[in-house]
């Protein structure tokens, strides 16, 4: 291996300075880009299919603006990032605290999709097979609703780990990572919001 | 952030012998990014053998007219499997393996990024791909109709609905497809990320080889494409298992939105797959042309712009559907766009070629027989990207035949040449030259007379996926010489199989580096230890080893 001290030597300043991105940023970053082609996929769908299904019922009958668990969502992206600076600073119990409340938050949007569900299905027989409308409302929605669930599994694994004493505060990066799926899920509600009940009312 | 420590002496891999349950223990648990790719690329090769047989069958049936070698159901069932086979079972596990192997060894890094991840995605891909397969088995489902699946590989809706397909074929092919996807963009991911932060110092964007400039816009092109396919195949699973309505007529749905969403896939999937031959050509032709690459900038610059452009122009797959002629025009356009860039990269190789002095040993001599092939692919598609010219030749063998030259003429041959560069890396022992030279004569024979005739019999108008034909019609000849060619191809494939089993056991010695080569995968063992590299390299240019031996004229100095 005589090579390799050659190809070493002489160089140690260019070592010393070397610095390259974190390796789990660069992964974070390119899931939600991979995730983000699937989705856009689903929502070009819905796009295409507004208005073409041959049988009712049809969005502006049976759909209601979501707007509380939209204000939940939206604001479980702040109150994750309070927790996110908490843990910066080494405020593990004001850390527990907004993570608990992140988890309150999402809990209460994924609960009102069920409601939201449970009326529809029941109430006005709007099933995925009912019409083009039932098919990509119930696909885009959930599959939203499923990104959602899973971000959820991911905090309640950080709040168990955290209440078994667990020293979160040696995660950082990761809980930011999760943090940042937790912001692009909730981006993907904005988009999914307006083209569900604002274009597609 | 720093690198991580591996001690150099590790109790748990020390060589106790010869144990076959502790070796495949070892091969099973691995998260080593050598063994990982190298598990990748013989699951590919073993997959290819099986498409590869089923060509062969399906030439049997079309030597003659009236064949009856198969049934029409299998002859269907064969031609799905095969183009399915060897797009998502050999095409893409030959990209996660090629990068796996080498982008580490290439950036002077120790592992990927996520070897654990890295694992997984090997792992799924072969469960998605075993369960592509169980479907010959589980298949026929309660209705008893069907086995593997007959659909095509591009499953066209309204033939995959439930209606249309009983049993459960086409879940098989759905589910199996979506499944070692995930695998793909797991190895993607992968590959971006140790691509951008695991290069080591001194290796900058501009000072990395043009294989892993290849591999990461590949790995980009993955992540952008490969997502519409599984969402087109979970909504066909909606479709199929809860009644929705996404490719249902009945009710209104549209069974050209699946075109769609397959071919904004499908497209850039034809330049996922034919990047790995893109990365060996640009390595392998400065080392056999003792120069460096041509116009190095202009290469980057042709391989990311194939990496937008060819995002936009997935509808030239479907001039035939009825689109309106302003859609007709623009993926017309930017399907000739698209050859721009292409271009670029075939004059540079050559370029690199000229006035170089060239060793014509087996892997280069792959490199030229794919410059010449791949030009003629490039050209018919040029042909096809004309609308009102691929209304006439749509669903003909002179598709077949185009497509072929890219995938067989230009990333098979393409990949033969890798195969026997690195080989000697791999391990550690020199194939076999003479041996390899029948090879790759056989090879390109057979290949060429395969489907240079196939251009004709389409032009004459013989349709894909007929499972016979009529005599008389001019298609005879055509499709005798294709036929032979096949067995001609067939046995090749044999050679290489023989040399590469044959050379690990018998081979000479290879050595650290027998191609007096330049990048840092040769500056290691043959094959590298688990660790890759002893220390760290540190890099001052494109060239490292070049630098290392040429202390007088190194290559830094003109960077
Ligand atoms: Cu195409």
């Given at each position: ?48 299919y ?7 019922p ?32 080494g ?13 309150c ?13 449970r ?11 009912t ?10 929605v ?32 990761r809980v ?10 909730d ?15 | ?27 099973i648990?691995?998260v ?9 690329i ?25 064949g009856?070698?198969?049934d029409?159901?299998?002859y ?35 592992d ?42 591009f ?23 979506l ?54 195949q ?68 042709a ?34 766009l ?119 019999a ?28 096949a067995?001609?191809?067939a ?5 290489f199989?023989w040399?590469?089993?044959y ?5 000479e ?7 007096d080569?330049?990048?840092?995968e ?9 660790y ?9 240019s ?18």
């Open positions: 291996m005589a090579e390799e001290n050659v190809l070493t030597a002489g160089a140690l300043t260019l070592e010393q300075d070397w610095k390259m991105p974190d390796r789990g940023t660069v992964g974070i970053i390119f899931l939600i880009i991979t995730e983000t082609a699937l989705f856009s996929i689903f929502v070009a769908a819905y796009l295409i507004i208005g073409k299904s041959l049988v009712g049809y969005p502006k009958d049976v759909l209601e603006l979501p707007i509380l668990a939209t204000i939940c969502l939206l604001s479980s992206s702040g109150t994750i990032v309070f927790a996110e600076h908490a843990l910066e600073k405020h593990l119990g004001q850390f527990k605290l907004w993570w608990i409340v992140t988890i938050l999402g809990l209460e949007f994924l609960t009102a999709t069920g409601l939201e569900w009326k529809l299905i029941v109430h006005d027989h709007l099933t995925i097979s019409n083009l409308f039932g098919t990509t409302f119930y696909s885009l959930g599959l939203h609703a499923s990104h959602v669930t899973v971000g959820m599994v991911f905090l309640l694994l950080v709040l168990a780990v955290t209440l078994f004493r667990f020293p979160i505060e040696t995660q950082k990066r930011k990572f999760l943090s940042w799926y937790w912001h692009f899920v981006a993907v509600w904005v988009v999914v919001f307006t083209v569900v009940y604002i274009i597609g009312r | 952030m720093a690198s991580i420590d591996y001690p150099l002496e590790r109790p748990d891999i020390e060589d106790t012998g010869w144990h076959f349950a502790e070796n495949l223990y070892r091969w648990a691995t080593d990014h050598k063994k990982l790719g190298l598990m990748y013989v699951s590919a090769l073993i997959f290819l053998c099986v498409a590869g047989v089923m060509a062969v069958v399906i030439r049997l049936q079309l030597a003659f007219p009236n009856h070698v198969v029409p159901d299998t269907d069932r064969l031609f799905t499997m095969h183009g399915t086979t060897m797009v998502f079972l050999v095409g893409m596990p030959i990209v996660a393996g090629l990068s796996n192997y080498l982008v580490p060894l290439m950036i002077g890094a120790r990927m990024a996520f070897p654990r991840l890295n694992s997984f995605g090997f792992w799924i891909f072969l469960f998605g791909g075993l369960l592509l397969y169980y479907s010959y088995i589980g298949g026929s489902g309660l209705s008893g109709a069907g086995s593997a699946p007959d659909v095509g590989w499953a066209y809706a309204p033939l995959t609905t439930k209606s249309f397909s009983r049993g459960h074929s086409v879940d098989y092919w759905a589910l199996g497809v499944v070692s996807g995930f695998g793909s963009i797991a190895s993607a991911i992968n590959v971006i990320a140790t691509t951008i932060s695991l290069r080591c110092p001194g290796m900058t964007l501009s000072k990395m080889p043009m294989f892993v400039w290849v591999m990461l816009v590949d790995a980009w092109l993955i992540l952008i494409a490969l997502p519409p396919l599984s969402a087109g979970i909504m066909l699973l909606l479709d199929r298992y809860l009644g929705a309505n996404f490719f249902n007529t009945q009710h209104g749905g549209s069974a050209v939105l699946w075109q769609h969403i397959f071919w904004i896939f499908g497209h850039p999937e034809v330049y996922i797959l034919i990047f790995p031959a893109f990365a060996i050509l640009s390595e392998l032709v400065p080392i056999f042309s003792r120069k460096p690459l041509f116009g190095r900038p202009a290469m980057v610059g391989v990311v712009a194939i990496g937008f452009i060819s995002l936009g122009v997935w509808a030239h797959h479907m001039f035939a559907v009825g689109m309106t002629s302003w859609s007709n025009t623009f993926f017309a356009a930017s399907s000739m698209v050859g721009i860039p292409t271009g670029i990269k075939i004059f540079n190789w050559t370029a690199t070629m000229y006035g170089g002095r060239i060793r014509l040993l087996t892997p280069m001599l792959f490199c030229c027989a794919f410059l010449l092939q791949f030009l003629v692919a490039g050209l018919t598609g040029i042909m096809l990207a004309v609308a009102p010219f691929d209304w006439q030749l749509h669903d003909s063998y002179f598709v077949v035949a185009h497509f072929h030259f890219t995938l067989a003429g230009g990333l098979v041959t393409a990949l033969f040449g890798g195969f026997y560069y690195w080989y000697p890396k791999v391990a550690g022992r020199m194939y076999n030259e003479t041996l390899a030279k029948w090879h790759f004569w056989l090879f390109i024979i057979g290949f060429n007379l395969t489907f240079i005739p196939l251009h004709f389409g032009t004459l108008g013989m349709p894909r996926r007929i499972y016979t034909y009529a005599p008389g019609r001019g298609w005879e000849i055509w499709n005798q010489l294709a036929s032979l060619g067995l001609m191809q046995a090749a494939v044999t050679l199989a040399n590469v089993i050379s690990a056991i018998k081979g010695p290879a050595g650290d580096d027998p191609w080569a330049w990048t840092l040769w500056g290691t063992t043959s094959p590298p230890p688990e890759n590299f002893e220390k760290l390299p540190v890099v001052r494109s060239r490292p080893l070049w630098d290392l031996k040429h202390p007088n004229d190194p290559d830094w100095k003109y960077e």
